[in-house]
C-alpha cells in the first residue's frame, strides 16, 4: 500500500514550457487534489476532484489544468511555464465521508526559470 | 469563505519545554478542524482533527489541542518537546456542509534546540 504518490520528484523548466505532474492512489479514494505550498502561506488549493470525470476549480487555478480520467489518478498540467509558477506541489486524496482525513504525497518541487 | 491565521511564524524552543502554536480561524458557518504536521522535505501528515464532541483532542505522540468556539481558536500544545518533533505545522479548517475542501494557515515552523 504505496498511499499517495507523486512523479517526478523534481523538476527544472523554461519559461513557456509545458508539463503534466502525476498523482496516483491506490486507496480507492473519491476526492483528490492538487495544492501548491509557497512560504509563509501555507497549502493552497489548485484543482480538486469528487470522482473520476470530474474536475473543479479551487483557490488559485489560473494557470492550471487538470484530468481525472481514472479514479486512482490525478493530473496538473501546465501549458506555459511562468517563474511564479515556482512552487512545491502536493497531491492529497480523501475517502467520501465528512471531516475525513486527506492523505498527501511527498510533493513535486518545481523551478521555473 | 474562511480563513485561518496562524500566529507565529516560527517558535524556537528547547528540548523538554512546553510549546504552544496558535491557531485562529473565520468563518460564518460551523467548521471541522485540523493540525498537519509536515517533517523536512516530505508530505503532510494529520497530527489529530476535532470533528464533533469534546474540545480536547489528542495525538498518539502527546500533543493536545483544544477547540474554542467562542475565540474561534483550535490553539496545538505539547508539554514537552523532543527534537524529532521539529517540523513546521498546518492547522486548517473544512466547512462541515460543503465538500471535503481544506483551507491552511500560513504554517508554524518549530525548531527544537538541545
Known amino acids: 500500500n504505496a498511499g499517495v504518490t507523486q512523479t517526478p520528484k523534481f523538476r527544472v523548466l523554461k519559461t513557456g514550457q509545458s508539463m503534466t505532474l502525476l498523482c496516483a492512489q491506490d486507496?480507492?479514494?473519491?476526492?483528490m487534489y492538487w495544492y501548491r505550498q509557497d512560504p509563509g502561506m501555507g497549502l493552497r488549493l489548485i484543482h480538486y476532484s469528487v470522482g473520476e470525470g470530474t474536475t473543479a476549480k479551487g483557490e488559485v487555478p489560473d494557470g492550471y489544468n487538470v484530468s481525472r480520467l481514472k479514479k486512482q489518478n490525478f493530473l496538473l498540467g501546465l501549458e506555459s511555464a511562468a517563474p511564479s509558477q515556482t512552487s512545491v506541489y502536493f497531491c492529497a486524496s480523501s475517502a467520501l465521508v465528512l471531516g475525513e482525513t486527506q492523505y498527501f504525497g511527498p510533493g513535486t518541487r518545481l523551478l521555473v526559470l | 469563505a474562511q480563513s485561518v491565521t496562524q500566529l507565529d511564524s516560527q517558535v524556537p524552543v528547547f528540548e523538554e519545554a512546553p510549546v504552544e502554536l496558535r491557531c485562529n480561524y473565520s468563518?460564518?458557518?460551523?467548521?471541522?478542524l485540523f493540525w498537519y504536521v509536515q517533517y523536512p522535505n516530505q508530505g503532510l501528515q494529520l497530527l489529530l482533527k476535532?470533528?464533533?464532541?469534546?474540545?480536547l483532542v489528542e495525538s498518539i505522540n502527546g500533543f493536545e489541542a483544544e477547540f474554542n468556539k467562542s475565540q474561534t481558536s483550535f490553539h496545538l500544545r505539547k508539554p514537552s518537546v523532543h527534537i524529532s518533533d521539529t517540523a513546521e505545522y498546518f492547522c486548517?479548517?473544512?466547512?462541515?456542509?460543503?465538500?471535503?475542501?481544506?483551507?491552511f494557515g500560513g504554517g508554524t515552523r518549530v525548531l527544537v534546540k538541545p
Open positions: 468563518s460564518s458557518v460551523s467548521v471541522y
Open positions: 476535532y470533528l464533533s464532541g469534546s474540545t
Open positions: 486507496m480507492n479514494h473519491e476526492y
Open positions: 486548517a479548517v473544512r466547512r462541515k456542509a460543503a465538500g471535503n475542501k481544506l483551507t
